[in-house]
């Protein structure tokens, strides 16, 4: 990856937390209640999302009750979230999962071990792709990992750092070589919220935009 890219990706950090700030990582997160948190994200929106993860704690308030509760109750209780029964399986699965190599459900050890072994160790198990143990990875192990979502691979691919028709698995890992090290957090939930405000997937606000300098598609379509 060319020194370039990575000195462009220097100024548009620096303009993200211009306009957004320098958001910070939430402290003494619970890595296993963050990693079901994300499998109920998938497909959906983040009030759903939490509608479905409040619903599940208030009628099974521990992880080892949720693992030994039928997956159609799980089912019943996530709906909310969207896809129900496919997540209520991929619940199941991690819980035993964790159970069953490590004896009991806690993950926060996760924090001290290498980010790689994390993701090569439970990308194993359905449902948690490279995204999903990426984001527990950067939200509650403190790791410098880049999880790519639809609104970041978009945004990268218009500022030129990937190919425009790049996957989001194909980004993530070219964007390893690219984002400020020490700065995956920020850049990440700042590139999250330009995508959502300005740099949206139909008609984004070009003339708004503070990146449009460095934009290979705002120079595409002028």
């Excluded at 948190?37 to 080892?64: C, F, I, M, Q």
């Excluded at 990875?137 to 979502?149: E, I, T």
């Excluded at 919220?193 to 300098?213: D, F, I, S, V």
Aim: aromatic share 8%; hydrophobic share 35%.
């Amino acid at each position: 990856m060319s020194k370039r890219l990575r000195d462009k990706a220097v100024k548009v950090d620096l303009l993200l937390e211009k306009a957004y700030g320098v958001p910070k990582a939430g402290k003494n997160i619970n890595v296993l209640d963050e990693l079901i948190l994300t499998l109920l994200s998938h497909n959906t929106n983040d009030v759903n999302r939490d509608k479905g993860y409040a619903e599940l704690r208030k009628r099974y308030p521990t992880w080892n009750i949720v693992r030994k509760t039928p997956r159609e109750d799980i089912e019943e209780a996530i709906r909310v979230a969207g896809l129900a029964k496919a997540k209520s399986g991929y619940i199941k699965d991690t819980l035993d999962f964790i159970k069953e190599n490590w004896g009991k459900l806690d993950l926060q050890w996760l924090r001290d071990r290498d980010p790689q072994w994390v993701e090569d160790t439970f990308t194993k198990v359905k449902g948690i792709g490279v995204k999903t143990i990426n984001v527990v990875l950067s939200f509650a192990c403190n790791a410098d990992r880049f999880p790519v979502d639809t609104h970041i691979n978009r945004i990268c691919a218009r500022l030129g750092f990937v190919p425009e028709n790049s996957s989001p698995e194909k980004t993530y890992k070219l964007m390893a070589a690219v984002f400020p090290k020490g700065k995956a957090y920020s850049f990440h939930i700042n590139i999250i919220t330009h995508g959502r405000q300005t740099c949206k997937a139909r008609n984004p606000l070009c003339g708004e935009c503070n990146l449009r300098r460095h934009c290979v598609y705002f120079k595409n379509i002028k």
